[in-house]
């Protein structure tokens, strides 16, 4: 019943901008927290950012940090990721993702901490 659906990957030089959506139906929106991973070949799902259930706190990796930012319209039932000074090591399949209702020690930077994902959407940045 939940779906995240992912859009607004593609290819872009280095330095530029992209700006990611993740379209949420299935669950009550503004009662999820969510957040950002990507997957980069041969290597592991790393945190990106997450933003709280109201949208009031955000948090960064420290790679994307002063870079990316996270928000969310919950009118909409929507989340962005605005990528400005894309890096060729940004380069990924970036996914979004949702906690369950209200959980409990939420740790917005562990994989763990959400319930349900999309599907991602490739990123590639070029030199």
């Known amino acids: 019943q939940v779906q995240l659906v992912e859009s607004g990957g593609g290819l872009v030089q280095a330095g530029g901008s992209l700006r990611l959506s993740c379209a949420a139906s299935?669950?009550?929106?503004?009662?999820?927290?969510e957040g950002w991973f990507r997957q980069a070949p041969g290597k592991e799902r790393e945190f990106v950012a997450a933003?709280?259930?109201?949208?009031?706190?955000?948090y960064y990796a420290d790679s994307v940090k002063g870079r990316f930012t996270i928000s969310r319209d919950n009118a909409k039932n929507t989340m962005y990721l605005q990528m400005n000074s894309l890096k060729p090591e940004d380069t990924a399949v970036y996914y979004c993702?949702?906690?369950?209702?209200?959980?409990?020690?939420?740790?917005?930077?562990?994989?763990?901490?959400?319930?349900?994902w999309g599907q991602g959407t490739q990123v590639a940045v070029s030199s």
């Open positions: 933003i709280d259930w109201s949208g009031s706190s955000t």
């Open positions: 299935g669950l009550t929106f503004s009662s999820h927290a």
């Open positions: 993702a949702a906690t369950s209702l209200w959980p409990t020690g939420w740790n917005p930077r562990v994989t763990g901490g959400y319930a349900f």
